[in-house]
């Protein structure tokens, strides 16, 4: 059962995991109802996460509840302890939206929320990230998290985002990185779905990103910091809210 559950997880896209676990939700809740994990975003707690990853799966790493992921806790922690995010009024971009931040923000009276995306039939706006079709300075937060890395033109996308953020705004932009590459790996030759999955970690991915993620970053004008938000917990916390103590949190500023 728990190889045939692995390979479901494995297989079938979140975003029709995280609908078809809004439908189950009341039946999820009482087959993973637990005390040794806690998710911060539905302030459940659970007796296991799920294993989750193309190809080699991480352990504990999907929350049976909002099917979210460790670089998604550590995000809302983040939020919920160090801005105000929760408490002031904020006009926030949200691209391709994680579809459980999405049904939460949409809810909070103090944003003027907007999500944006080319293909998601769900979102506010259909917009190209290469174009955006807001005006300048529109945004106080922006969040764009996992896209950056299916853009060929990848500058271009992150120009876009800091030309409609306000001076004095900030943003979360996460994008799959190795900390122990330097320099970021990208092939445009390579676009084999299969080849890219073996080069880049995803079938429909076109880089890995080094460390240089934050200079490509700053050559679109962002100030950049390089957050290791998980370690600011214990290593039972760590574990208690799923969390991976090397992953990076990106954090822009439009000054």
């Not at 801005?83 to 949409?106: G, W």
């Not at 300048?136 to 890395?149: A, K, M, P, R, T």
Request: proline share 5%; with cysteine; hydrophobic share 35%.
């Amino acid at each position: 059962m728990k190889k045939v559950a692995k390979l479901l997880l494995n297989k079938i896209p979140r975003p029709m995991l995280i609908n078809l676990s809004i439908w189950a939700r009341p039946l999820i809740y009482r087959l993973f109802k637990g005390d040794r994990f806690v998710d911060p975003i539905d302030g459940r707690s659970y007796r296991k996460f799920l294993p989750y990853g193309y190809g080699k799966q991480r352990e504990n790493a999907l929350s049976p509840g909002t099917l979210s992921l460790e670089r998604h806790r550590q995000m809302w922690l983040y939020l919920q302890n160090e801005t105000d995010f929760f408490i002031k009024n904020h006009k926030v971009l949200h691209i391709a939206p994680e579809q459980e931040f999405l049904r939460k923000f949409k809810r909070m009276r103090n944003l003027d929320y907007i999500s944006a995306d080319l293909f998601s039939p769900i979102v506010d706006v259909k917009a190209d990230i290469l174009d955006l079709p807001f005006a300048d300075e529109s945004f106080d937060i922006i969040f764009c998290n996992h896209v950056l890395e299916h853009i060929v033109d990848d500058s271009r996308a992150m120009s876009e985002l800091y030309r409609v953020l306000k001076p004095g705004g900030w943003g979360i932009l996460q994008v799959p990185m190795k900390n122990a590459l330097e320099k970021t790996y990208e092939d445009f030759t390579i676009t084999d779905p299969k080849e890219r999955q073996k080069h880049f970690g995803q079938y429909d991915h076109v880089r890995w990103y080094g460390m240089d993620y934050f200079e490509r970053l700053q050559k679109a004008g962002f100030e950049t910091e390089a957050n290791f938000y998980s370690q600011q917990f214990s290593d039972e916390e760590i574990e208690r809210y799923g969390l991976r103590k090397n992953e990076i949190l990106p954090i822009v500023y439009k000054r």
